[in-house]
């Protein structure tokens, strides 16, 4: 956290709550993964078994943690939510394990966060539906086995290099979330409109939706904004002209990218012109955690064009030159 990109505080929590769609059907875009997961979950329906456990990999606000509650949803049945961070102990997992109602859901956000002994535990109720904890220490010590009910793991990490093989081995579908396009935001940004009452242009939308970072979440968080300049400002209802003045207010660039993303390319089209630059060089010049260039900065500033990785670091394409107003070095260009 920390960073604009994925910052989240519990207001914006509970309105998200508000905006996530319930059924598979509501969920815009993605149509690989809601074909595939149609068939998992009605063939799972079918047979009155649990599906296999699902892991969920992509950039923050890509609706990993909405595909949770759907599948729950589809499956007719509860969800509960936890995180790497929030089972730092066994006893943790343990107690949640056996509090679980069969058949439910059990959502873990940041998965590739989990301490290895908690992991380790999982993996038994992963598996065998039953995880051996050892009470008490030493010569006292004994091994106690607790029967967990079937149910169905969804993991969610936006590293999943960080994943460790036996833990990723354990899933039997695996996804990898990408940035959605224009179209589908222009959707998402129509759907939340609707939902929060708001009438909104199509135009108006197409202009929120190209500064989202391909990411609904801030889709929904620009729309918001977007809608406070417009009951200020305006009578309420949004066209272009008053999204493009409330996006300019708020100082959101043309192609929406942020603080970090901006830093990014000054460090390397202005501080570092026509040199590949390590991550690591990158990360102490933007203060942000290396881990987090590359999981969440990075491929969004590649898949836009912006920047390239090549063998010897990391070098900006002449769109960033161009995109900072500055003129691509020679080398840059050619
Ligand atoms: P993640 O868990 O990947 O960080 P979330 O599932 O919390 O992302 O999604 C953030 C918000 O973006 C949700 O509350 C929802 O409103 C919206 N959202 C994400 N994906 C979609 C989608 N495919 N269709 C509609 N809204 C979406």
């Not at 679980?100 to 535990?121: N, Q, S, T, W, Y």
């Amino acid at each position: 956290a920390g960073s604009d990109a994925i910052a989240l505080d519990p207001l914006e929590r509970a309105l998200e709550q508000s905006l996530r769609p319930e059924r598979l059907a509501d969920f815009i875009g993605q149509r690989e993964l809601k074909a595939q997961l149609e068939v998992l979950l009605e063939a799972a329906r079918g047979r009155g078994e649990t599906p296999d456990h699902l892991l969920f990999a992509g950039p923050p606000g890509l609706g990993k943690t909405s595909l949770a509650f759907i599948i729950a949803r589809e499956l007719g049945t509860g969800v509960r939510v936890t995180s790497g961070p929030a089972l730092q102990r066994i006893g943790d997992l343990a107690s949640l394990l056996a509090d679980l109602h069969g058949g439910e859901v059990l959502f873990i956000d940041e998965i590739h966060r989990l301490p290895r002994a908690v992991e380790e535990l999982l993996y038994g109720a992963m598996e065998d539906f039953r995880v051996d904890l050892v009470l008490g220490k030493g010569p006292g010590a004994r091994s106690v086995r607790l029967d967990v009910p079937r149910f169905t793991l969804v993991g969610a990490t936006t590293r999943v290099g960080l994943i460790s093989a036996p833990l990723r081995d354990r899933f039997g579908y695996h996804y990898r979330l990408d940035y959605y396009g224009d179209d589908e935001l222009v959707a998402v940004v129509e759907r939340a409109a609707r939902t929060l009452s708001v009438p909104i242009e199509p135009d108006a939308a197409l202009e929120i939706a190209r500064r989202s970072r391909g990411t609904p979440r801030l889709a929904n968080r620009l729309l918001r904004r977007v809608r406070d300049y417009a009951e200020v400002r305006g009578d309420g209802a949004i066209d272009r002209e008053l999204a493009l003045e409330a996006l300019d207010l708020f100082g959101v660039d043309v192609l929406g990218l942020d603080r970090v993303d901006l830093e990014i390319l000054r460090v390397l089209c202005v501080q570092f012109p026509g040199r590949p630059v390590g991550l690591s060089t990158l990360a102490v010049a933007v203060r942000e955690n290396a881990g987090t260039l590359e999981e969440v900065y990075e491929p969004f500033l590649i898949q836009r064009g912006l920047i390239v990785r090549t063998p010897r670091g990391r070098m900006p394409t002449p769109r960033a030159y161009v995109h900072l107003g500055l003129d691509a070095p020679v080398e840059a260009s050619s």
